[in-house]
């Protein structure tokens, strides 16, 4: 009976312990974002992509390699994902908000610079913090499994999604996407409203971007586009490639060897 109470509490325990939402940063709006830490060094943001939150990163290998080889790993959870406030109001997800959040993490964390990476949606965060992210604040980025269609603010791929999200049945080749999302516990509302208001970086501010970029992608990776075109688009972009479809390319220890090899340089 003593060892039945003992597992019982140890099983609780284990639960409260994966449903914590602590630690938690309060965004200039009120919006609570969970984020965690781990090792020390220079230190890294990683931005997961759409569907996802910051678990995803501590399924690949990049993290644990990151940590390794002496850098400081920042993960968040977005707002609208994982253990970060979900609000299901429009104005919460414009103004380029969820760039400006990881930028307000980062400076409360206490770090005046610090390298970015971005997989999918992601890199398109990335790549707006680039833009607007005061002066020698960023260090290096890596924007992977992205293409140019995120500096088009009619890009058909951002439109289709908030339209399956937004009416359901609209985009029969979504609807796995949009069923994926209901099953794995992400919050519709706001995954469209991600959509709606997803921040557009233009080509003219890609080229004005001075810090050296690394953009990387699966061999069988053109979901979001062509990241040869990406990297053209930087005056200063090293490309990749490693193996792997979109899904699986982050995942895999060859994109964390680049990645590392390139923040260390």
């Given at each position: 009976m003593k060892h039945l109470?003992?597992?019982?509490?140890?099983?609780?325990?284990?639960?409260?312990?994966?449903?914590?939402?602590?630690?938690?940063f309060t965004a200039a709006d009120?919006?609570?974002?969970?984020?965690?830490?781990?090792?020390?060094?220079?230190?890294v943001v990683l931005i997961h992509g759409f569907i996802g939150n910051g678990e995803s990163w501590k399924r690949a290998a990049v993290t644990k390699m990151l940590v390794d080889s002496g850098f400081a790993v920042v993960t968040l959870d977005l707002r609208g994902?994982?253990?970060?406030?979900?609000?299901?109001?429009?104005?919460?997800y414009m103004n380029d908000v969820e760039a400006r959040d990881v930028i307000a993490l980062m400076k409360?964390?206490?770090?005046?610079?610090?390298?970015?990476?971005g997989y999918s949606r992601g890199s398109i965060i990335a790549a707006k913090m680039l833009a607007i992210a005061p002066q020698n604040t960023i260090r290096k980025a890596v924007l992977g499994g992205m293409g140019t269609g995120f500096t088009d603010p009619n890009w058909f791929r951002r439109r289709n999604f908030y339209e399956a999200l937004a009416k359901p049945g609209s985009h029969p080749d979504l609807q796995p996407a949009v069923d994926y999302a209901v099953k794995s516990g992400a919050d519709t509302t706001a995954l469209k409203f991600m959509q709606q208001f997803q921040p557009v970086t233009?080509?003219?501010?890609?080229?004005?971007?001075?810090?050296?970029?690394?953009?990387i992608s699966g061999d069988k990776d053109e979901d979001n586009g062509k990241a040869s075109e990406l990297a053209a688009a930087?005056?200063?972009?090293?490309?990749?490639?490693?193996?792997?479809?979109?899904?699986?390319a982050m995942r895999t220890p060859e994109f964390g060897q680049r990645v590392v090899e390139f923040l260390k340089k």
């Open positions: 109470l003992f597992t019982l509490l140890f099983l609780t325990q284990l639960a409260q312990a994966q449903t914590t939402r602590e630690p938690l009120g919006t609570k974002i969970h984020y965690d830490t781990q090792g020390n060094g220079p230190a994902n994982g253990r970060s406030d979900r609000s299901h109001e429009a104005k919460a409360h964390l206490g770090h005046r610079s610090y390298d970015v990476v233009t080509m003219a501010e890609l080229k004005r971007v001075q810090q050296p970029v690394l953009v930087f005056p200063h972009a090293t490309l990749a490639t490693v193996p792997g479809d979109h899904g699986g």
